[in-house]
């Protein structure tokens, strides 16, 4: 409703209202930011062998790293990733239903932007997972948006249960973790992640004891790990303990370090997720990694590109709120110029 203002006697006019979408943007959940950060640190050691080309196993022997990828990398991190996009779009369509009346088509021109940048991506990553992300958010967010997270929450369970059951993980498993981050964005969860502790604590033990078991099985094949049930539950049981164990250590003392380290990463993870991609195209084969097997060469590059992106992105949000490619994105998302410069006194 409106706030009538005096205009002349015994009459009175609706006071203008300032237009929504310069509504301030809503406070940042920084364990959110600190998961996503995390989950670049997997997914950039997990993406550098297949744009290489690497060699992983000789005379059909895994060579040592890629057998400890294969059990703490792989499959471990993209669900986390995935999640977390889940939750994002949630929280943004909760955000834009706040600025504008028609909440839904900016949320639809943020998916297809997402999408423009993934096809350029794919040049460059075939196989990447921007334009994934933007087409399931097309075709299962978008609607599944008019239920409420009650009925979001088992449907994306059930996705999932089924991934891991018949299709052994991997890009079918991307479906049910973005529409249980969404139905979790929609409960209002995140933001109370700060007073869960006990409840976090409780899946964190049952997702040790659960990934230690599927470890167990995965083993049994390790040729074969990532093409089978067993090392879809463990990637996916593995992803809960890595992130419920990392929201538990930012109720420790290690908080401000996790948080100094990984939240200006996670912040920036659209710019540093497309800009490891660029990195790693012209440092690899300088580096030697082309058609090798120089993993020990890999944990080097990925470790080095990491530093310069936690410097670059620490320095950049000194003096933006936005990294350069969440800025564009943002203002193609609202068809307009959103500030982005820090203001200091």
């Known amino acids: 409703m409106s706030n009538p203002i005096p205009n002349a006697p015994g009459r009175v006019t609706a006071a203008p209202l300032p237009p929504v979408a310069a509504a301030p943007p809503a406070k940042r959940i920084v364990e959110l930011d600190v998961l996503r950060g995390f989950a670049l640190c997997g997914i950039l050691l997990v993406n550098i062998p297949p744009m290489m080309h690497m060699d992983r196993s000789v005379d059909y022997q895994v060579l040592p790293v890629p057998h400890v990828f294969d059990m703490f ?66 075709v299962v967010l978008l609607p599944m948006s008019f239920l409420p997270w009650w009925a979001n929450l088992p449907i994306g369970a059930a996705l999932i249960a089924a991934s891991t059951t018949f299709a052994s993980g991997g890009i079918s498993l991307v479906p049910g973790m973005m529409l249980t981050g969404f139905a979790l964005a929609q409960s209002g969860l995140p933001a109370t992640l700060y007073r869960r502790a006990g409840q976090i604590a409780i899946v964190f033990a049952a ?13 049994q094949n390790p040729l074969n790990a990532g093409f089978t049930h067993s090392s879809a539950a463990a990637g996916l049981f593995m992803a809960v303990a890595y992130a419920t164990g990392l929201l538990l250590l930012m109720r420790t003392p290690a908080r401000r370090a996790l948080s100094a380290v990984l939240e200006p990463l996670g912040r920036m993870a659209l710019t540093n997720y497309v800009t490891a991609t660029l990195l790693v195209l012209l440092l690899g084969p300088l580096a030697g990694l082309w058609e090798s097997a120089a993993w020990s060469t890999l944990i080097a590059l990925a470790a080095g590109i990491l530093v310069v992106q936690i410097v670059w992105s620490r320095l950049w949000l000194a003096h933006f709120r936005y990294g350069p490619l969440e800025w564009v994105w943002r203002c193609a998302t609202w068809w307009r110029i959103v500030p982005n410069r820090r203001v200091t006194a």
């Open 73 to 138: 990398v792989q499959q471990r991190f993209f669900p986390i990733f995935s999640l977390l996009f889940g939750v994002g779009f949630g929280l943004f369509l909760a955000s834009a239903g706040q600025r504008s009346a028609h909440p839904r088509v900016v949320f639809l021109r943020r998916l297809v932007v997402l999408a423009g940048l993934g096809i350029v991506h794919q040049f460059l990553q075939p196989g990447e997972a921007l334009l994934p992300y933007a087409i399931l958010g097309l």
């Open 207 to 219: 997702a040790v004891v659960a990934s230690a078991g599927f470890l167990v099985l995965q083993e």
